[in-house]
């Protein structure tokens, strides 16, 4: 069965630094991979998402992300948070052997230092 | 501006009480879904519905039932055998149901038992 680990529950990071949340998934082929940003309160929106192709995609708000194969990873990027980017990040997978159902990961919250 | 709209976005229920949340899109999506969220876990999905008339279990769905008698609504009934209700619920919506597509998702309602 498909599944997906988000290893950090949470990360802190000074506003103006870098930032990488990491995602790894378990799937036998390639799936279709997602990252959700979650305001306190609020709803999810989608931040980026690979298909195929370029294994680096861009995605809104400065975002970017990498798939690597070999690692069954998709981490998500940054190369300068801002504290509006304090949030909850999603990673989900998608594919045909779970009913093309998104499976989600526990979430990362992300804290801005000043 | 076209999205979803989630009502009412803070519910209290008592003990053995049904509660219906709401959800309404104007995207003229076909797929609708029902998500839980519960601290430090991700997403899990109560049901989902691909077409008007049908709608398909998720991975929680005891305790809970939905109707799509129109395109545009996708009620949630949290019913007094669900145990713990208390979470916050998410729907969303999409054109269909391949890995492909991206979710929109409402502002979220929280239901607390009291």
């Known amino acids: 069965a498909q599944s997906v680990t988000q290893p950090d529950i949470h990360i802190t990071v000074s506003e103006g630094a870098s930032l990488e949340l990491r995602c790894n998934y378990s799937?036998?082929?390639?799936?279709?991979l997602f990252w959700y940003v979650q305001s306190p309160g609020q709803g999810l929106q989608l931040l980026l998402k690979?298909?195929?192709?370029d294994t680096l995609v861009q995605g809104i708000k400065g975002f970017e992300a990498e798939f690597k194969r070999s690692q069954s990873s998709f981490n998500l990027r940054k190369p300068s948070v801002h504290w509006s980017d304090a949030a909850e990040y999603f990673c989900?997978?998608?594919?045909?052997?779970?009913?093309?159902?998104?499976?989600w990961g526990a979430g990362t919250k992300l804290i801005i230092k000043p | 501006d076209g999205g979803i709209t989630q009502s009412p976005k803070y519910l209290f229920r008592k003990e053995g009480q049904n509660v219906t949340l709401s959800c309404e899109q104007n995207?003229?999506?076909?797929?609708m879904y029902w998500y839980r969220q519960d601290p430090g876990q991700g997403l899990r999905l109560i049901y989902y519905?691909?077409?008007?008339?049908?709608?398909q279990k998720g991975d929680i769905a005891e305790g809970y039932s939905v109707s799509r008698e129109k395109k545009e609504s996708f009620p949630l009934t949290v019913t007094s055998a669900q145990k713990n209700p208390t979470a916050f619920y998410l729907c969303?919506?999409?054109?269909?149901?391949?890995?492909?597509?991206?979710?929109?998702f409402g502002q979220g309602t929280r239901l607390t038992v009291v």
């Open positions: 969303a919506s999409s054109i269909g149901t391949g890995m492909n597509t991206e979710a929109f």
């Open positions: 995207l003229n999506h076909d797929a």
């Open positions: 519905s691909q077409i008007v008339n049908d709608f």
């Open positions: 799937y036998g082929a390639t799936p279709y």
């Open positions: 690979y298909f195929s192709g």
């Open positions: 989900a997978v998608g594919a045909r052997d779970s009913n093309y159902q998104l499976i």
